[in-house]
């Protein structure tokens, strides 16, 4: 299981991130990161519409709200209900709770680990239907198994999510149970979109509303910032798994702050021994979360790579799909060179040979023989057939291009992600430092579509949105 990250952990990192920073300023410099055409080959993407013109996410993580849509298609809306903590519970059968996670500057997983501490429970007794970004403002429904006192929620108090509408009821809520996801997004850029760029964005928007956009896996599949993920799943494809760890560990990328890279430099270093890395990845409790799981198993089993993988299962699973999505995206852009492109295309992680076969010489290329030992290796990675479109229909809501602050809204089923349909229309920008001339006007991006309102949200969460922005300002962050 990950390590548990408490506000003190959060707490001692932020003290020691701003004595660094001020100690050693030029590493914690970058330039802006465009995610341009040759980012995207990095992960087997090729083919966008050209002339897109630059437009930048997530400045604040208001900026990208996400509504999950259940099975029943039930919105559960990112609201904030007359409560202080989880609320009370409503009465009903059943020794399962379910609730709506809301969530900002955050993921899904260290939600989830939070949770559970917080509730006193295993984290396997807390369920969801998908990951849902860290720098986003997020809902979702989730449900909580094994708990023996339900005042535990009412008691909740974390600066980062709160739950809703806490009930009884049968069952769990599992992996890819749901519909899909509402997305409404700002969309920031350094001048105003002229009539040419509008032009462009109209028709691009017309296309995918009457044709539906390449269902391309964007960056976030492959571990940003540093984009290994798939490689990752690679190398436990081929039962490499001290490889995975120590590059996990040690793997430097211009996409990271300087700062952290070389003390990458320094684990690789010291590979071995345990404890002299603990003390550089217990610095960071919060950036450096998964190396201290790796290492905290290191320090009692040297040598049991295996093991050390087991402790973050929500990861390995991440990275045995990230390889499947790359070559997924690698096999479309192909496709689409050629002029002919199947309805759907098969997912790696299956027993079934004919789901390797287009994909046979990327594999190849790749020196990877399957069946893999490493599929029983981890159990709890689920091996079966699959298939993924390669040709996603949108169901638009509202967009706005005016100004230097854009907004749009849609629904994407299960499965599909926002930045792969909005890789068609713009090139993406984010992280720090900002693309200069960027506004960093604060909006309310329903407000601004007159889909609703995020006020008493925005206010639950204004310690966490006011350090984030403070931040941001100073040019911290290795978002």
Same mark, same amino acid.
């Given at each position: 299981?990950?390590?548990?990250?408490?506000?003190?952990?959060?707490?001692?990192?932020?003290?020691?991130?701003?004595?660094?920073?001020?100690?050693?300023?030029?590493?914690?410099?970058?330039?802006?990161?465009?995610?341009?055409?040759?980012?995207?080959?990095? +992960?087997?993407?090729?083919?966008?519409?050209?002339?897109?013109?630059?437009?930048?996410?997530?400045?604040?993580?208001?900026?990208?709200?996400?509504?999950?849509?259940?099975?029943?298609?039930?919105?559960?809306?990112? *609201?904030?209900?007359?409560?202080?903590?989880?609320?009370?519970?409503?009465?009903?059968?059943?020794?399962?709770?379910?609730?709506? $996670?809301?969530?900002?500057?955050?993921?899904?997983?260290?939600?989830?680990?939070?949770?559970?501490?917080?509730?006193?429970?295993?984290?396997?007794?807390?369920?969801?239907?998908?990951?849902?970004?860290?720098?986003?403002?997020?809902?979702?429904?989730?449900?909580?198994?094994?708990?023996?006192?339900?005042?535990?929620?009412? *008691?909740?108090?974390?600066?980062?999510?709160?739950?809703?509408?806490?009930?009884?009821?049968?069952?769990?809520?599992?992996?890819?149970?749901?519909?899909?996801?509402?997305?409404?997004?700002?969309?920031?850029?350094?001048?105003?979109?002229?009539?040419?760029?509008?032009?462009?964005?109209?028709?691009?928007?017309?296309?995918?509303?009457?044709?539906?956009?390449?269902?391309?896996?964007?960056?976030?599949?492959?571990?940003?910032?540093? $984009?290994?993920?798939?490689?990752?799943?690679?190398?436990?494809?081929?039962?490499?798994?001290?490889?995975?760890?120590?590059?996990?560990?040690?793997?430097?990328?211009?996409?990271?702050?300087?700062?952290?890279?070389?003390?990458?430099?320094?684990?690789?270093?010291?590979?071995?021994?345990?404890?002299?890395?603990?003390?550089?990845?217990?610095?960071?409790?919060?950036?450096?979360?998964?190396?201290?799981?790796?290492?905290?198993?290191?320090?009692?089993?040297?040598?049991?790579?295996?093991?050390?993988?087991?402790? +973050?299962?929500?990861?390995?699973?991440?990275?045995?799909?990230?390889?499947?999505?790359?070559?997924?995206?690698?096999?479309?852009?192909?496709?689409?060179?050629?002029?002919?492109?199947?309805?759907?295309?098969?997912?790696?992680?299956?027993?079934?040979?004919?789901?390797?076969?287009?994909?046979?010489?990327?594999?190849?290329?790749?020196? +990877?023989?399957?069946?893999?030992?490493?599929?029983?290796?981890?159990?709890?990675?689920?091996?079966?057939?699959?298939?993924?479109?390669? $040709?996603?229909?949108?169901?638009?809501?509202?967009?706005?291009?005016?100004?230097?602050?854009?907004?749009?809204?849609?629904?994407?089923?299960?499965?599909?992600?926002?930045?792969?349909?909005?890789?068609?229309?713009?090139?993406?920008?984010?992280?720090?430092? +900002?693309?200069?001339?960027?506004?960093?006007?604060?909006?309310?991006?329903?407000?601004?579509?007159?889909?609703?309102?995020?006020?008493?949200?925005?206010?639950?969460?204004?310690?966490?949105?006011?350090?984030?922005?403070?931040?941001?300002?100073?040019?911290?962050?290795?978002?």
């Amino acid at each position: 299981m990950a390590m548990q990250i408490t506000q003190e952990d959060r707490d001692r990192e932020r003290m020691l991130f701003e004595a660094e920073r001020m100690r050693v300023p030029k590493d914690f410099i970058r330039t802006p990161m465009v995610d341009d055409d040759a980012v995207l080959r990095s +992960v087997g993407i090729e083919g966008l519409p050209q002339g897109r013109p630059v437009a930048y996410l997530k400045l604040m993580p208001q900026d990208f709200v996400v509504e999950e849509i259940d099975r029943e298609g039930n919105l559960h809306e990112a *609201r904030l209900e007359d409560v202080a903590g989880g609320g009370s519970v409503q009465e009903g059968d059943g020794a399962t709770y379910y609730a709506d $996670l809301v969530k900002v500057g955050i993921s899904t997983l260290e939600a989830k680990a939070e949770l559970a501490h917080a509730l006193g429970i295993d984290e396997k007794n807390i369920g969801f239907a998908g990951v849902k970004d860290r720098v986003a403002l997020t809902s979702q429904a989730i449900s909580v198994r094994g708990l023996a006192d339900p005042g535990a929620f009412s *008691r909740l108090d974390r600066e980062n999510f709160f739950l809703n509408g806490v009930r009884r009821g049968k069952g769990v809520v599992a992996n890819g149970d749901l519909k899909g996801n509402e997305f409404t997004i700002a969309l920031r850029f350094a001048e105003p979109p002229g009539a040419a760029v509008k032009d462009f964005l109209n028709e691009q928007v017309a296309i995918a509303k009457e044709e539906g956009f390449w269902n391309f896996f964007y960056l976030q599949r492959f571990g940003t910032p540093r $984009l290994i993920s798939h490689i990752l799943g690679r190398l436990l494809v081929q039962g490499k798994y001290e490889e995975v760890i120590k590059m996990f560990l040690t793997h430097r990328s211009e996409r990271e702050l300087p700062y952290f890279a070389a003390l990458r430099g320094d684990i690789e270093k010291k590979w071995g021994d345990w404890k002299s890395i603990w003390e550089i990845v217990d610095r960071f409790p919060y950036h450096f979360g998964i190396e201290r799981s790796f290492v905290a198993h290191l320090i009692d089993k040297p040598d049991d790579f295996l093991g050390a993988l087991h402790e +973050v299962q929500d990861q390995v699973r991440l990275w045995f799909y990230a390889y499947d999505s790359f070559l997924f995206n690698k096999k479309l852009s192909a496709l689409i060179g050629s002029g002919e492109v199947p309805l759907s295309l098969s997912f790696l992680t299956s027993f079934n040979p004919a789901d390797w076969k287009p994909y046979a010489e990327f594999l190849e290329e790749d020196g +990877v023989v399957l069946p893999t030992r490493s599929w029983k290796d981890f159990p709890f990675v689920r091996v079966e057939s699959r298939r993924c479109a390669t $040709l996603q229909k949108i169901a638009m809501g509202k967009a706005s291009f005016e100004g230097r602050v854009g907004a749009i809204s849609f629904f994407l089923p299960k499965g599909s992600y926002a930045t792969s349909f909005l890789m068609n229309l713009f090139s993406l920008a984010s992280g720090l430092p +900002v693309v200069p001339g960027i506004s960093t006007e604060n909006v309310d991006v329903k407000e601004m579509l007159g889909t609703g309102s995020l006020t008493g949200v925005l206010e639950r969460f204004k310690t966490v949105l006011d350090r984030r922005e403070a931040d941001r300002e100073a040019g911290e962050g290795a978002e």
